[in-house]
């Protein structure tokens, strides 16, 4: 129990910004806390949950929706979306492996970084905008969960793109499948109870960001970093909210 929670407690370290930092933080646990990655979306979701049904019935939906991913980039430290603006811009910018990993080295945004975080907070806006009320919760939380999912089946069949150490190669290739297992059932638990036979939707459509995203990087840098598990996650988030306005 005592491996569980520290394993728990390193996945929120990793993923969130939470103050927990009376507790050693140890990336080597990386690869075994991944499993409980899930559990790190279905607590930011709750969060999420909570302040929709503080502010539903005082503000517009346009200014909840803007709130809600203020909260959840503040919750977590700004973590994916910085991912995404350097993988935009190392992808967008680079021609061959070489270029588009320097690339992505460079802590400086760029045209492409700074077109795909407009996008990225402008589309979330807009899609939480138009979820219909009644199921708004239900893909508010599935989304966050199926974001934090994504991480599990690309970790466990990419390598690392980088021969040097870092948060992304402890992850790349190191997901086992006992791991990913798990985490899918976690995944699989929370949005098929949440949204039922319409779980089908999200799920397949956070499935294709894994697949056709874990091809894209497999074919440009013969692998994954950081960077591109947060493209990844911010994808996955944008896939679900459009799943829920789909279904209005």
Sequence with gaps: MSTIFQDIAAAFQFLTRLPLNRLAYKPDALPRAAMYFPLVGFAVGAGVAGLYRLLQTHLPSAVIALLIVLFSTLVTGGLHEDGLADAADAFGGGWNRQQVLAIMKDSRIGSYGALALVFSVGGRVLLLT???????????????????????????????????????????????????????????????????????????????????????FKNRIGGITGDCFGAASQLTLLAVYFCGVWQR
């Design 130 to 216: 138009y979820i219909p009320a009644a199921s708004f919760i239900q893909y508010a939380i599935s989304a966050e969960v199926l974001c934090r999912w994504i991480i599990l089946p690309l970790g466990a069949v990419l390598p690392s793109a980088r021969e040097q150490d870092g948060q992304g190669a402890r992850i790349a290739r190191h997901v086992s499948v006992i791991s990913l297992a798990v985490g899918t059932l976690i995944s699989l638990g929370v949005v098929g109870f949440l949204l039922h036979m319409s779980a089908v939707w999200p799920v397949a459509a956070a499935s294709a960001v894994a697949l056709f995203g874990g091809l894209y």
